[in-house]
C-alpha cells in the first residue's frame, strides 16, 4: 500500500518547526509505537534533525546515509542543510513510501536533488560510498545493538563520520562517541499527559 498523505492535513513538531509532516500519520507518544514505527518522528530522529539544522557545515555538500529513515524527519534535515547527495534506508517499503512523500513535501524529489531510497534488511554486506551516516533511535535494544555497532564500526575505519541521535545511553561503549548536542523533546505520554524526552547528538569518527 502506498502512504499518499493528504496535504492539508499537517502537524509541526515544536523542536524542527521547518518541518511539517502528514497530520494522523505521526504521533507525539514516544513511550511505545501505537502502530508502525515509521508513522512515529522519535525523539532521537527530531533531536538529530534540530541538529543537522543547527549546524549545517556538518553536512553541507557531502554524501549521507539515513540508516532506518521511517518517514523521513532526519533525510528532510539533511537536504535542507545541504547535503549533496542522500541515501535513505529501511526495511519496510511502506517507510520508504512515506520518507519519499515527505520528502517531495519539503520540495525534495529524487532524482533532481539526488536522492535515493533503498530497502535494506540485512546490513552485513551493506557497503555505501558516503561520507556522513546518520542514525536515530535504532540501537535503543540490546538486539538492534548488537546486530547494528559491528556494521557501525566497519564503516567508521572506512572513513565515515556518524551522527547519532538517541534517547538510550547505555550499551554504546564499544563506540568512539563525542557528545554533540542534547535537547529536551516534547511529547506526551500514553495517557495523552505531556512528558519530556532527553535526546542526546552523538558524533563519532573512525
Given at each position: 500500500?502506498?502512504f ?11 523542536l524542527?518547526?521547518?518541518i511539517d509532516l502528514p497530520?494522523?500519520v ?11 514505527q515509521?508513522?512515529v518522528?522519535?525523539p532521537g530522529g ?6 543537522l539544522?543547527?549546524h549545517?557545515g556538518?553536512?553541507?555538500g557531502r554524501?549521507a546515509?539515513d540508516?532506518?529513515?521511517?518517514g523521513?524527519?532526519?533525510s528532510?534535515a539533511a537536504?535542507m542543510a545541504?547535503a ?6 529501511d526495511?519496510d517499503e ?6 519519499r512523500?515527505?520528502?517531495q513535501?519539503?520540495?525534495?524529489a ?8 533503498c530497502?535494506i534488511?540485512d546490513?552485513?554486506d ?5 561520507e556522513i551516516?546518520l ?5 535503543y535494544?540490546?538486539g538492534l545493538?548488537r ?10 575505519e572506512?572513513?565515515c563520520?556518524?551522527?547519532l541521535g538517541e534517547r538510550v545511553q547505555e ?20 495517557a495523552?499527559?505531556p512528558k519530556s ?7 563519532a569518527e573512525g
Open positions: 500500500m502506498t499518499v498523505p493528504r496535504r492539508s492535513e499537517t502537524i509541526t513538531y515544536s524542527i518547526p521547518e497530520q494522523g505521526h504521533s507525539r507518544s514516544y513511550d511505545v509505537a501505537l502502530g508502525p515509521w508513522k518522528a522519535w527530531q533531536g538529530l534533525a534540530r541538529y539544522l543547527d549545517p556538518e553536512i553541507s554524501s546515509l540508516l532506518g529513515c521511517g523521513g524527519v532526519v528532510i537536504c545541504g549533496r547527495r542522500l541515501i535513505a534506508v526495511k511502506q517507510a520508504l513510501s512515506a520518507c512523500s515527505n520528502l513535501r519539503q520540495g525534495f529524487a532524482p533532481e536533488h539526488a536522492i535515493e531510497l530497502r534488511t546490513l552485513t551493506f557497503r555505501p560510498d558516503v551516516l542514525l536515530s533511535e535504532v540501537l535494544t540490546a545493538r546486530a547494528i555497532i559491528p556494521w557501525i564500526l566497519s564503516r567508521l572506512a572513513g563520520t556518524m551522527l550499551g554504546l561503549d564499544a563506540l568512539p562517541l563525542e557528545l554533540a548536542a542534547r535537547y529536551e523533546v516534547r511529547g506526551e505520554n500514553l495523552g499527559r524526552y532527553s535526546v542526546f547528538v552523538w558524533r
